[in-house]
Nanobody, 125 residues
Framework: VQLQAFGGGLVQAGGSLRLSCAASGFTFSSYGMGWFRQAPGKEREFVAA????????YYADSVKGRFTVYRNNGRSTVFLQMNGLKPEDTAVYYCAKKNREREFGGFSPVEYDSWGQGTKVTVSS
């Protein structure tokens, strides 16, 4: 299993970024995917999740209405569109694969068994 996240960068508050996570080595269309983030000195926290068929999504309250998670199963890629970025969104963002096939949910890191390398997002005020 390989997950490669990219798309991070430096953006001003109020700006937008789109993160991508390219997956390989497993049947992408059978697994839910998640995005987490970790700010310096803080624990990794849940950001968003999407089920295997894009039928359901879930967001942390802190990003609801600003971030959108979606996926392209034909391209084995999951995306995180981030709008209205705030300085408190600054973190390293990780994509992750659910540990069980065709199971939604996954708001805890322990429910994921494979992680990308992370992509850094910095939002300046």
């Amino acid at each position: 299993v390989q997950l490669q996240a990219f798309g991070g960068g430096l953006v001003q508050a109020g700006g937008s970024l789109r993160l991508s996570c390219a997956a390989s080595g497993f049947t992408f269309s059978s697994y839910g995917m998640g995005w987490f983030r970790q700010a310096p000195g803080k624990e990794r926290e849940f950001v968003a999740a999407i089920n295997w068929s894009s039928g359901r999504t879930y967001y942390a309250d802190s990003v609801k209405g600003r971030f959108t998670v979606y996926r392209n199963n034909g391209r084995s890629t999951v995306f995180l569109q981030m709008n209205g970025l705030k300085p408190e969104d600054t973190a390293v963002y990780y994509c992750a694969k659910k540990n069980r096939e065709r199971e939604f949910g996954g708001f805890s890191p322990v429910e994921y068994d494979s992680w990308g390398q992370g992509t850094k997002v910095t939002v300046s005020s």
